[in-house]
């Protein structure tokens, strides 16, 4: 028989894809979606925010209130409830506080004051429970019994004006309680409405409290 030369016959390796079974190649297919998936979510809030910017694109506005740089973290406060409960301050981080103050005599100017902080809160309609109206008493005198329509549903604590201006401060010439003072829920006192405010300045300033409302939805929710 004469020798023949040895043939060699070369097959094509299978593909990674060929050579899992069904299974596996269905795993790997699900775990490659779930990472695109991750990655979008990881994304999404820098989308939103160019999208926000280069096709919404807001106009140019100015901001009403004073906005605090650096912001002042709440301090450690001595404050009472208007029985005498003594009262920790820090309990009422957690909510945005929108913050008068004023003596208990409670003069014309503070009903003014009592008065566009209630309408302001309501004016943001199905967001005001993120918000807290607070009333800062900053002497020890009673409180008269007309006030008592007027802060229904408010936050009414008593902090001797010495300890509290260890937080608030008022602008250059006016006085603590010609101010609405804004606090953000990590308790840091973060803009101050301007002096004696009137309906008109009351308009804008329920603007800017829009703003701060939409800009952080995706982190504060109502309640403590």
């Not at 901001?63 to 406060?77: K, N």
């Not at 010495?162 to 008022?170: C, D, H, I, N, T």
């Not at 609405?180 to 300045?201: E, Q, T």
Request: proline share 7%; charged share 25%.
């Amino acid at each position: 028989m004469a020798d023949e030369p040895l043939a060699l016959t070369v097959h094509s390796m299978p593909s990674p894809r060929q050579a899992l079974t069904g299974a596996e190649a269905r795993r790997t297919v699900l775990g490659r979606w779930k990472m695109v998936l991750v990655l979008l979510c990881c994304a999404a809030p820098v989308i939103a925010s160019y999208f926000t910017y280069y096709v919404i694109r807001p106009e140019g506005r100015s901001v009403y209130g004073d906005l605090i740089d650096p912001q002042r973290p709440m301090p450690s406060l001595a404050a009472t409830a208007p029985d005498g409960a003594r009262i920790e301050l820090s309990s009422l981080h957690g909510q945005w506080l929108l913050i008068a103050v004023g003596d208990a005599a409670c003069d014309a100017v503070c009903e003014q004051q009592l008065y566009l902080q209630r309408q302001l809160r309501e004016s943001l309609g199905r967001e005001k429970d993120r918000l807290d109206r607070v009333w800062i008493i900053s002497d020890a005198a009673p409180l008269p019994a007309r006030l008592e329509s007027a802060l229904h549903g408010a936050t009414v604590v008593r902090v001797p004006a010495a300890e509290l201006s260890r937080w608030l401060a008022p602008a250059a010439g006016q006085a603590l309680s010609d101010h609405l003072y804004l606090v953000d829920p990590m308790g840091n006192w973060m803009m101050r409405f301007p002096a004696r405010m009137d309906v008109a300045g009351a308009s804008r300033a329920k603007r800017d409290l829009d703003r701060l409302m939409r800009a952080s939805a995706s982190w504060d929710e109502p309640g403590r």
